[in-house]
């Protein structure tokens, strides 16, 4: 199997809105030819069709059914339509709770749509999903611990922001961690990021939201997280990517 990317070392994105990108189409092409494994993750049960039918044949891509929290006041019925899809769907995501300033009108609705997107998830089982959570950790893992038994499936808290006993909990509940590189800006992200067990260890970009060097990040910028967990963590960029990749096959299998 070729796994060919920058400096030939196998890519992991666990959660990137490839839909998003003007370039969607080549981009997943283009994963594919890097065989870059990324979990594409969508924002509305509304893209799921095409997402799936593009990425049908993908080796590499594949597709979250997605109900974002920043998009659920605008059309809360579409839980109608994520029920119907869930059925075909394995990985799940972007959904979760944002409590940020300018989504806390929502909140309310917010939270009963992930716990009703958690029920029909654990109802069926064997799901993997990638969970937002900013500025609403304990919110999300309240929610998890009342309606997702950890039995039912696995969970990654993409781009978690939260403090040292939220992480505690986290790790408790079996949750994954996908790491990107705006985590590690700062010291407080840092020290977050370390105390990660290395098995529960993912990465991400979350491209186009996150931005790299001025521009949206790509699924190979994945790279610059690898790195930079790499010096956290006294590894080398290789060795990070061959945790993430058993953890990957771990979570998967
Ligand atoms: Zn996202």
């Known amino acids: 199997m070729i796994e060919a990317t920058r400096n030939n070392i196998p890519i992991v ?11 969607h189409v080549e981009l997943v092409h283009e994963c594919e030819q890097k065989a870059i494994r990324v979990l594409s993750v969508t924002t509305t049960p509304r893209a799921w069709p095409w997402n799936r039918d593009l990425n049908a044949n993908s080796r590499y891509v594949r597709v979250g059914l997605g109900f974002h929290p920043e998009i659920v006041a605008e059309r809360p019925d579409e ?3 994520f029920e119907r899809y869930s059925y075909e769907a ?4 972007e959904i979760g709770i944002d409590g940020r300033p300018a989504n806390r009108h929502s909140y309310e609705l917010q939270r009963k749509v ?4 958690l029920d029909i998830c654990a109802e069926q089982g064997g799901k993997i999903l990638t969970v937002h959570s900013a500025s609403a950790v304990t919110p999300v893992i309240d929610s998890l611990e009342k309606h997702f038994p950890t039995s039912r499936g ?7 922001s939260g403090n040292l006993s939220e992480l505690q909990r986290a790790k408790k509940l079996g949750c994954y961690f996908s790491v990107n590189p705006a985590m ?3 010291k407080r992200g840092r020290d977050i990021v370390a105390s990660i067990p290395q098995e529960r260890m993912l990465t991400e970009s979350d491209g186009p939201f996150l931005t790299v060097e001025g521009r949206p990040a790509r699924p190979s910028d994945v790279f610059i997280a690898l790195r930079e967990l790499g010096t956290l963590i006294g590894k080398s960029p290789e060795e990070v990517s061959s945790i993430v990749l058993r953890n990957l096959r771990k979570l998967v299998s």
Do not use: A, M, Q, T
């Open 79 to 81: 839980i109608k339509l």
């Open 13 to 23: 994105d666990l959660h990137c809105h490839l839909d998003l990108f003007p370039d």
């Open 184 to 186: 590690l800006r700062s």
């Open 154 to 160: 696995h969970v990654i808290l993409h781009w978690f």
């Open 90 to 93: 394995r990985y799940i995501g």
């Open 114 to 117: 992930f716990e009703r997107v």
